[in-house]
């Protein structure tokens, strides 16, 4: 991997890696309250499934489109269920309401992992035997 591509590699893990604190920072500041108030527990919270995808990547050594694409599928829900707590569930609710953000994620991670096995699996059936 050369360094270009792998200084944008980084550089959109980075970016991806941040959005959840953004938009924890972007609602708080609609609403009028302290945006950084509770940042650090409610990004680890909201960053979870991010920083699994990202170690998972790491640990596997796919420094790839398949993390980026993950973690930008992460994003989107993320950001989808952040507009469904705002405009669907009552305020005195949301709170329970992000319980429900951990099954899914959890979802999400899974078939993350089914997709990756196949495509490695698909991979390494092309390959010549030694």
């Not at 980084?10 to 950084?36: I, Y």
């Amino acid at each position: 991997m050369t360094m270009v591509t792998s200084a944008r590699f980084a550089a959109l893990l980075g970016l991806s890696l941040v959005f959840p604190a953004v938009l924890f920072v972007l609602v708080g500041m609609c609403h009028g309250g302290n945006a950084f108030r509770g940042l650090l527990a409610n990004y680890l919270y909201m960053a979870a499934p991010h920083l699994i995808a990202c170690a998972s990547g790491c640990w596997l050594q796919d420094r790839h489109a398949a993390v980026l694409l993950m973690l930008g599928a992460l994003n989107v829900l993320l950001a989808a269920f952040q507009w469904w707590i705002l405009f669907a569930v009552a305020p005195r609710e949301s709170g329970l309401a992000w319980l429900l953000y951990i099954p899914l994620w959890v979802a999400a991670l899974v078939v993350f992992g089914v997709v990756l096995f196949l495509v490695r699996r698909k991979r390494t059936k092309g390959a010549l035997p030694a």
